[in-house]
């Protein structure tokens, strides 16, 4: 090949990346400290915060993988929530937990990533086998990183196991404004607790009120199973739920809730679906 028409095959390579980053239309979108929407296209989001490179530990390949992203920490401080609890909504209807005292800890740099080094043909990602599903993590997916440790070790894998990696991520919301309040300080205390539960372990991928995730079924559903179950048949239901539906996506959570946590839980339920409640 002459020396002219490799220039020419490199500047083509060069025009047609040009012209996906400017055909790129994802933005994010963020519920500022003021309750205001703010809306960050990718173009922004670069120009303003700078673009990151980070290899971690990916929990969701279960292997090490390399990403480009944006730091996430500048962004929230720009908008007043380095210091939140925040939600993370996605596109496929799942709403997950980003606690504060993570984004805190020096050890661990949370990334906004755009895209990964070996994403699949015309994607910026490589698609991600779920299931019998094919999954494409856009418009964003959150990764972190672990200061001072190699990704290719287990001490990676195992710091970043229990940490949020929402893909499909496409909304930041500070939690006390996207979550139910809690209930008030004389309802009584197996209610209370059984909130805590309903927050760690419900409200991601279910709606009650209105708020929470989408992925299962609203649990305030008319003729839905707070309905037609005795308190017993609930918690079975929710302790090996794949004995009632063997192909659901809901967790087993026989050995990850207590006895007590269990009855807590639904006390918490029936108090938010009793017709006599008292607003709260």
């Known amino acids: 090949?002459?020396?002219l028409a490799?220039?020419?095959?490199?500047?083509?390579a060069q025009l047609l990346l040009l012209s996906l980053a400017y055909a790129d239309e994802r933005r994010l979108a963020v519920l500022d400290s003021s309750g205001r929407e703010r809306?960050?296209?990718?173009?922004t989001l670069l120009a303003e915060f700078g673009s990151r490179e980070v290899t971690v530990f990916d929990p969701q390949f279960g292997v090490p993988r390399s990403y480009r992203g944006v730091p996430l920490r500048p962004l929230l401080a720009a908008l007043g929530l380095a210091d939140e609890d925040l939600v993370l909504e996605c596109t496929?209807?799942?709403s997950i937990a980003l606690p504060k005292v993570l984004l805190a800890d020096p050890a661990l740099e949370p990334v906004l990533a755009l895209a990964d080094s070996e994403p699949s043909p015309g994607l910026h990602?490589?698609?991600?086998?779920?299931?019998r599903e094919m999954v494409n993590f856009d418009p964003f997916y959150l990764v972190w990183a672990v200061r001072d440790v190699d990704p290719h070790s287990a001490a990676a894998g195992e710091r970043v196991a229990e940490l949020p990696w929402p893909y499909q991520l496409t909304r930041l919301v500070p939690a006390d404004r996207y979550y139910l309040p809690s209930p008030p300080?004389?309802?009584a205390q197996a209610v209370r607790a059984g909130y805590a539960s309903y927050v760690s372990h419900c409200v991601k991928c279910h709606r009650l009120q209105g708020v929470g995730g989408a992925v299962g079924p609203e649990l305030d559903r008319s003729g839905g199973m707070l309905q037609v179950l005795d308190d017993s048949q609930l918690q079975q239901l929710i302790l090996q739920v794949t004995d009632y539906f063997p192909r659901t996506?809901?967790?087993v959570y026989a050995g990850k809730l207590g006895e007590g946590e269990l009855r807590d839980l639904v006390n918490y339920l029936r108090w938010m679906t009793a017709g006599d409640r008292p607003p709260g």
């Open 1 to 3: 090949m002459s020396r």
């Open 6 to 12: 490799a220039s020419g095959l490199f500047l083509l």
């Open 92 to 94: 496929d209807g799942y």
């Open 185 to 187: 300080p004389a309802t």
């Open 249 to 251: 996506k809901m967790p």
């Open 39 to 43: 809306f960050f296209p990718v173009e």
């Open 125 to 131: 990602w490589q698609l991600y086998p779920h299931g």
